[in-house]
């Protein structure tokens, strides 16, 4: 079966620590991945996506992700992690229309 | 603020009610979507629309029922709702029916009483 799966429910770090938020995904084809993020009483936002070329995509807030076929993965990254990324997060194929089941970053000052 | 609206924000409704969702996208998309957002289920699709044409139905209970009149506007009709629907509805349009970006309005939040 396909799917996209983001193993960690919530990840906690420190604000200014690094963080990595995690995705697999199982998926025939190209999976043209995507990461969402969500706000308290919104909507999701796109916040970058890979659909072919360079492994390592970059996007908005000064999040980035690489794309690593041979691991099956899209991890997204930030170097120095805010109080204000504190949100809910969504890995996404958009070739089947496939979201993971979310990952809640929490942020602590 | 994403080009993507939805009316109303908030809905109460009790079980033997009829309602109805209303998305709108300003963004000269031709593909929208609904889906479903509970804590049991963060994020569960519904129904696509592509060019008006309905491309994905993903096992709903046909108490949801959608419209899709022309390519700026979605409904989700509603009829005979059980508690368990209460949820987030999110709308999202995107260029094209599937590789492209969705870009999300802020939802419904649905309480069935």
């Known amino acids: 079966a396909q799917s996209v799966a983001q193993p960690e429910d919530q990840v906690n770090v420190a604000e200014g620590n690094p963080l990595t938020v995690k995705c697999t995904y199982s998926v025939s084809g190209n999976p043209y991945l995507f990461w969402y993020v ?16 360079d492994n390592l995509v970059k996007g908005s807030y000064g999040f980035e992700a690489e794309f690593n076929k041979s691991q ?13 990324d504190s949100a809910l997060y969504f890995c996404h194929s958009s070739y089947k229309l ?7 970053l929490l942020v602590r000052p | 603020e994403t080009g993507v609206t939805q009316t109303p924000r908030h809905l109460v409704m009790g079980m033997t009610n009829k309602k109805s969702l209303k998305c709108e996208q300003h963004l000269g998309h031709n593909a929208m979507y609904w889906y479903k957002q509970s804590a049991k289920k963060p994020l569960e699709l519904m129904f696509v629309y592509s060019l008006e044409e309905r491309v994905e139905n993903n096992s709903v209970p046909s108490r949801f029922s959608p419209e899709c009149p022309n ?14 629907d209460s949820a987030l509805y999110l709308c999202a349009s995107s260029q094209d029916f599937s590789g492209s970006t969705q870009y999300f309005g802020p939802g419904t939040r649905l309480t069935v009483l």
Do not use: C
Not at chain 1, 72 to 84: C, E, I
Not at chain 1, 98 to 104: A, C, E, L, N, V
């Open chain 2, 71 to 84: 390519s700026s506007h979605l409904f989700l009709h509603l009829h005979t709702l059980q508690p368990e």
């Open chain 1, 72 to 84: 099956t993965s899209f991890h997204l990254k930030k170097p120095s992690a805010l109080v204000s």
């Open chain 1, 98 to 104: 496939i979201f993971g089941s979310g990952t809640r």
């Open chain 1, 38 to 53: 969500q706000y308290p009483n919104r909507g999701l936002q796109f916040l970058l996506k890979y659909i072919t070329g």
